[in-house]
């Protein structure tokens, strides 16, 4: 897929099929993440594949919306380690990269917000230096979307977001 229309196009989806998502394309997924930037180049992140029974259970009750966690495909935590000043938004670019990938496969995804951070981190085994700062939801949408049908500019009137006069400024 295009960029502009992939950026334009996609949306966080909530609604998984059972499909599976082929491991060739969990690589990918992962690989775009690693390949983000980050201050420094520190790399102040780990992405842990969650998929046992028991750290989904844990996953699901950490989260506000464990239906988001049970139904998904793949879940991907998002793990803080304590290196560079700029960590939520080198997190950021990493979780980006890898639901933008994601979706140009046709793949719907959704951060999750962390209810109860200490929980999960005891689950995943995590270092107490550490932080789960995001679990990362993906799946085959169970209502697919074509991006193609509409121009990127379509996709970018029709998004529920403040008008770029509201956003940006000249100074
Ligand atoms: C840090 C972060 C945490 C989020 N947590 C949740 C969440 O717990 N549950 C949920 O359904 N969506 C969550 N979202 C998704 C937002 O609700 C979503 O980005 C916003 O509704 C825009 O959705 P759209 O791209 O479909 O328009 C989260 C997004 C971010 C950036």
């Known amino acids: 897929m295009e960029t502009r229309l992939a950026i334009t196009s996609r949306r966080d989806g909530r609604r998984y099929s059972d499909e599976p998502i082929p491991a060739e394309m969990i690589g990918r997924i992962l690989d775009a993440g690693r390949l983000a930037g980050s201050a420094r180049n520190h790399q102040p992140w780990e992405f842990i594949l969650i998929e046992s029974e028991a750290a989904r259970g844990a996953a699901a009750g950490a989260v506000y919306r464990s239906e988001l966690i049970t139904g998904a495909a793949l879940v991907i935590a998002v793990v803080a380690h304590p290196s560079g000043n700029l960590i939520d938004f080198d997190a950021g670019r990493a979780a980006q990269n890898m ?67 509201e956003v940006a400024r000249r100074v």
């Open 99 to 165: 639901m933008l990938t994601a979706w140009d496969a046709g793949i719907d995804s959704c951060p999750n917000g962390i209810a109860a951070p200490e929980s999960l981190a005891r689950a995943l085994n995590i270092p107490p230096d550490a932080k789960p700062l995001v679990v990362l939801s993906f799946g085959f949408p169970t209502t697919p979307r074509t991006p193609e049908k509409r121009a990127p500019e379509e996709w970018s009137r029709r998004a529920r977001r403040r008008p770029l006069s």
